[in-house]
């Protein structure tokens, strides 16, 4: 039997007067099938989407940059000192300590409502917010992934005359990726999450659009859970991904 | 070869070498040993500048390498160094250990580099082990690797800091033979060591350090047999 055939029969009775499964079923139907609403949950995923990947990779530059400026003060010779470097570091610790000092959402409704409150591109306006975020915390797992290294690697890698550039590329970056995967695949599907947040100002994302469907069937179950159904589902095809990436690094752990 | 004038390094308060006035001549073996908390490792780690020095300077072949503006990079390269806990790079294979740093700091070409690194593994017997990770290998085994890859840079002076302290007591000989066959090859060597008999059959001059000083320096055999201080006999007594 066709679905539409379906819920045109069952329209025609009022709600309170079907069973339980017809019921279900015209609910669902509202929420999905009707008027192609379908195609805005999946509108939203892609703005979602969207939205992950532009502030990843915000977040991870930002990250990176950070870091190595903190590590690279850090580390500097004893007896050195260098202004610029001081000044770097002095900036990225007040910019770790106020994003990881505030909420997200706080944080997206300034940036939003009072920084770009002129913006009609909620979306990417919400994108730079997110990465903005995440880069701060993305910089402490980078951050202590280097710290966490033997000195003693480095210290065998300049022993050879290799700068500190050099040693940082060959010898401490990649060990300290593999060291830091997990935490940083964390960090990631805490930002795809998070993403949701933008729907607060108005960034036309999965929340938004299952928010608005619900506020014209005055239904909210479906959408809430296929929006739900869709995060998991993204977190789950990652962390996949991510434990591949793993076992690739694990090679060199055989013994 | 390195001239050392008073060099001082505290680490904070605490003071660990107070005034070290020393020379190394070239194709010398030079034995340091002495109680631990002497400064022996930290006057070792000093002369290729992984601990900044406090005061004094270092001179190799005539340059202040203590001078900020000289190229320790460049001086490095003349300097191998063997650490107590090998430090390997656990993410490479034992043959990118070695080309590692002779293709990125010489300039050599790959298989130039590798070729090189092939024959001085063969020369260690450790050839079959070049498509190795280092966490397949034994202690022994990695401490050979670790020499190895010093040598690949073909360096002027080569440093030990405790080659042998972390090994177990059946993998010490095999560590011990290749830096007899190196010091046999006229390398210039500073050893800082627990092995008394590496001590005597190898060293040219042995330094008794003590509490951040050059306590007494001698032949290793006028050492063992007439030690001057006090403290050097006492220390000798517990040892030997």
Redesign the interface.
């Known amino acids: 039997m066709n679905v539409d055939l379906l819920y045109e029969t069952l329209s025609q009775i009022p709600l309170e007067d079907l069973n339980f499964w017809q019921s279900l079923f015209t609910k669902f139907y509202r929420a999905w099938f009707l008027e192609d609403r379908w195609l805005k949950y999946f509108e939203g995923l892609l703005t979602t989407i969207e939205v992950t990947v532009i502030a990843l990779i915000i977040g991870v530059v930002l990250g990176v940059l950070v870091a190595m400026a903190r590590v690279a003060h850090d580390q500097r ?4 000192h260098n202004p610029v470097l001081s000044a770097v570091n002095f900036v990225c610790k007040i910019y770790v300590t106020v994003i990881r000092g505030t909420p997200m959402m706080v944080q997206l409704m300034i940036m939003g409502f009072v920084i770009f409150a002129s913006s009609r591109n909620f979306t990417l306006v919400g994108a730079l917010g997110l990465g903005i975020n995440s880069g701060a915390y993305v910089s402490e797992i980078i951050r202590g992934g280097l710290m966490s290294l ?1 000195p ?2 480095s ?9 500190y550039i ?1 040693t940082m590329r ?2 401490v970056i ?2 300290a990726f ?1 060291a830091i995967l997990p935490s940083l695949g964390n960090e990631f599907i805490v930002l795809l999450k998070d993403t949701s947040l933008i729907s607060v100002i108005a960034g036309k994302e999965i929340v938004y659009a299952a928010r608005s469907i619900g506020a014209k069937t005055y239904e909210y179950m479906f959408p809430y859970v296929i929006t739900a159904i869709m995060y998991l589902i993204m977190v789950m095809a990652f962390s996949y991904l991510q434990s591949i990436l793993e076992r690739r690094l694990r ?5 | 070869m390195i001239d050392v004038k008073g060099l001082k390094k505290a680490f904070g308060d605490h003071v660990v070498l107070k005034d070290i006035t020393e020379h190394i001549y070239p194709g010398e073996k030079v034995v340091v040993i002495g109680p631990s908390g002497s400064g022996k490792s930290t006057f070792l780690r000093c002369l290729n500048l992984l601990e900044t020095p406090t005061a004094g300077t270092i001179t190799f072949k005539g340059t202040d390498i203590t001078d900020p503006k000289s190229d320790i990079n460049k001086y490095r390269q003349k300097m191998g160094m063997v650490f107590q806990h090998f430090n390997l790079f656990p993410h490479m294979t034992i043959l990118r250990n070695l080309t590692l740093a002779p293709t990125q700091v010489l300039g050599k070409k790959k298989d130039e580099a590798e070729a090189k690194a092939m024959e001085l593994l063969g020369r260690v017997g450790l050839a079959d082990r070049a498509g190795s990770y280092p966490n397949q290998l034994s202690g022994g085994q990695k401490q050979r690797v670790a020499i190895v890859r010093a040598l690949c840079m073909e360096p002027e002076v080569m440093l030990f800091d405790e080659p042998t302290s972390a090994l177990d007591p059946e993998m010490v000989g095999e560590v011990l033979d290749v830096m007899k066959q190196l010091a046999k090859d006229g390398m210039t060597m500073v050893v800082v060591t627990h092995e008394m008999g590496f001590a005597k059959e190898v060293g040219d001059r042995v330094l008794f350090m003590e509490d951040g000083i050059i306590m007494e320096q001698n032949t290793p055999t006028e050492f063992f047999d007439h030690p001057q201080t006090e403290r050097a006999q006492s220390f000798l007594a517990k040892v030997l």
């Not at chain 1, 010779?77 to 050195?80: E, I, L």
């Not at chain 1, 210290?155 to 700068?163: D, F, K, P, V, Y």
Request: aromatic letters at 4%; proline letters at 7%; charged letters at 35%.
């Open positions: 010779r004893p007896g050195t033997d003693g690697q210290e065998a890698g300049r022993s050879l005359g290799l700068s050099q060959f010898i990649p060990q593999k090679e060199s752990d055989r013994r």
